[in-house]
Structures are given as structure tokens and as C-alpha cells.
């Protein structure tokens, strides 16, 4: 059974930093892609950030490109999301998320497995 958890969510002044972790079992990170996606109120489901495990590629939306880091350790089965410069617009309940890619890397229809989510709050 796969499960993914996710931690380090929190609330922070404009301008800080967070970095989020997921912990997957039951799923080998270095198999496929693995993402983080952000969900506002009121807003619709979006994908962040992700990672093909066999090569390493990453991909970023446009609006955290240069802020944000997605990076891995398969030793430990966990993912990460390094978060700088934080904006009051990246507040929302940020998700782990594991599966092929095959309908485009951040795609949410792309991702079969989803952590039950870890709240980012920024204030200005």
C-alpha cells in the first residue's frame, strides 16, 4: 500500500523560506515521477513542482521558477520542496504526489498517489 506524508508546512512572514518533506513507502521514489501540487481556497488544483526520478529532470511552474527547489533522496524515500522567498499568493495546502508523468509532468491527472496535504501560510 502506498503512502505518502508530507511535514514541514507552517506559517512564515513574506520573504522566508520552507522546506517540505515527503515520505513515501510502499512506492519507490526512483521509479517514476514524483511532484508537489498547491491548492488555494477557492482554486483549482495546481502543480508546483516535480521530478523524473530515473534522470533527474525538473520542472517548475512559471510562478516559483528561481524561488523553489524540488529534490529527492532515494536512500531515504522522501522528497523535498525547498520554498524560498516566500509571497503571501504561495499560501495554500501543499500535497506530495506519486505516478508515471504520462499526461504531462505537472499534471494532476498524471499522478495516481496523493499525501494528505501540509498547510503553507504567508503573510505580508
Known amino acids: 500500500q502506498v503512502q505518502l506524508v508530507e511535514s514541514g508546512g507552517g506559517s512564515v512572514q513574506a520573504g522566508g523560506s520552507l522546506r517540505l518533506s515527503c515520505s513515501a513507502s510502499?512506492?519507490?521514489?526512483?521509479?517514476?515521477?514524483m511532484g508537489w501540487f498547491r491548492q488555494a481556497p477557492g482554486k483549482e488544483r495546481e502543480g508546483v513542482a516535480a521530478?523524473?526520478?530515473?534522470?533527474?529532470?525538473?520542472y517548475y511552474v512559471a510562478s516559483v521558477k528561481g524561488r523553489f527547489t524540488i529534490s529527492q533522496d532515494t536512500a531515504k524515500s522522501t522528497l523535498y520542496l525547498q520554498m524560498n522567498s516566500l509571497k503571501p499568493e504561495d499560501t495554500a495546502m501543499h500535497y506530495c504526489?506519486?505516478?508515471?508523468?504520462?499526461?504531462?509532468?505537472?499534471?494532476?491527472?498524471?499522478?495516481?498517489?496523493w499525501g494528505q496535504g501540509t498547510q503553507v501560510t504567508v503573510s505580508s
Open positions: 504526489a506519486a505516478g508515471s508523468g504520462y499526461y504531462g509532468i505537472l499534471a494532476r491527472s498524471s499522478y495516481n498517489y
Open positions: 510502499g512506492y519507490t521514489v526512483s521509479s517514476s515521477c
Open positions: 521530478i523524473y526520478s530515473g534522470g533527474g529532470a525538473t
